[in-house]
């Protein structure tokens, strides 16, 4: 499966990452802006590599290096909906309330708290859809 997360903060681009590794899947790659996140998802499209899971935070800046953050997460699920097929499984992660959306699933993330069972429920839907 290949996967993309989407978060401006290493540690917890870190701490997601490895709980997806636990679950054996290893093909993650890493955004750090909504821009840069849309750009990589849109290349690998056009490769036809398409990412079969998104892992989003719903806050983070419009661009690299910016510190300007703002709820740009269903930006992008709602961008990802309108341009590309609903193949695409949408992880929504979060440590604050999320609106609803058209994401497939969310997971209210909190560093000290043991969340492999989210992650382990997210890749096996993640992985129903896809066979879909």
């Known amino acids: 499966m290949k996967i993309i997360i989407i978060d401006d903060e290493r540690y917890k681009y870190e701490n997601i990452a490895d709980y997806i590794r636990r679950t054996g899947e290893t093909n993650i790659s890493w955004a750090k802006s909504r821009n840069s996140g849309l750009r990589q998802i849109r290349e690998a499209y056009m490769a036809g590599e398409p990412y079969d899971l998104v892992v989003c935070d719903n806050y983070m800046p419009i661009y690299d290096d910016e510190h300007n953050i703002k709820a740009y997460g269903m930006d992008i699920v709602n961008h990802l909906r309108a341009r590309y097929d609903?193949?695409?499984?949408?992880?929504?992660?979060?440590?604050?309330?999320?609106?609803?959306?058209?994401?497939?699933?969310?997971?209210?993330?909190?560093?000290?708290?043991?969340?492999?069972?989210?992650f382990n429920e997210m890749i096996r839907l993640a992985k129903s859809k896809i066979e879909k």
């Not at 609903?86 to 497939?104: Q, V």
Request: glycine share 4%; aromatic share 12%; net charge negative.
């Open 86 to 118: 609903d193949s695409i499984f949408i992880c929504m992660s979060s440590s604050a309330d999320l609106p609803e959306g058209e994401y497939d699933y969310s997971i209210t993330y909190n560093s000290s708290i043991e969340l492999s069972s989210d």
